[in-house]
C-alpha cells in the first residue's frame, strides 16, 4: 500500500449529502428495476382504493378501518417491506461496489 494514500470513506468526505446519495442509489431502482416499479404500483392501487390505509401513514390521528381495510393494510405493509428489502440489497451492493474502488485507489488490487 501507498505511503501517500489516505483512506477516507464517503461518509467521512461527504456525511452533509449522505442520505442525498443513498437516494439516488435507490432512485435508480425505479428507473431499472421492473419488480420494484411493480411493488410501487401495487401499493398505489391499495392506496386509491383504500385511501384510509393510506391515511395509516400520514396521519397520528386513530383510523377506524374496516375488516376489508386491515387485510389490505397488511398487504401493504408487506409490500413496503419487500421494497425496503430491494432498497437495502440495492445500497449494499452498491457499497460493495465502492469498496472495490477504494481497494484500487489504494493499490491493493
Given at each position: ?6 483512506f ?17 442509489v ?12 411493480s ?48 432498497e ?14 477504494y ?7
Amino acid at each position: 500500500m501507498s505511503d501517500t494514500f489516505k483512506f477516507e470513506t464517503f461518509v467521512d468526505v461527504h456525511s452533509n449529502i449522505f442520505e442525498e446519495y443513498l437516494g439516488s442509489v435507490i432512485a435508480k431502482l425505479s428507473k431499472e428495476n421492473e419488480e420494484y416499479r411493480s411493488l410501487r404500483a401495487e401499493i398505489e392501487s391499495f392506496y386509491e382504493k383504500y385511501p384510509k390505509v393510506l391515511g395509516v401513514f400520514d396521519t397520528e390521528t386513530a383510523s377506524g378501518l374496516t375488516e376489508e381495510e386491515c387485510a389490505a393494510l397488511i398487504k401493504v405493509i408487506e409490500l413496503r417491506n419487500k421494497l425496503t428489502d430491494m432498497e437495502m440489497q440495492s445500497v449494499y451492493f452498491r457499497g460493495c461496489y465502492d469498496s472495490v474502488g477504494y481497494l484500487k485507489k489504494a493499490g491493493i488490487l
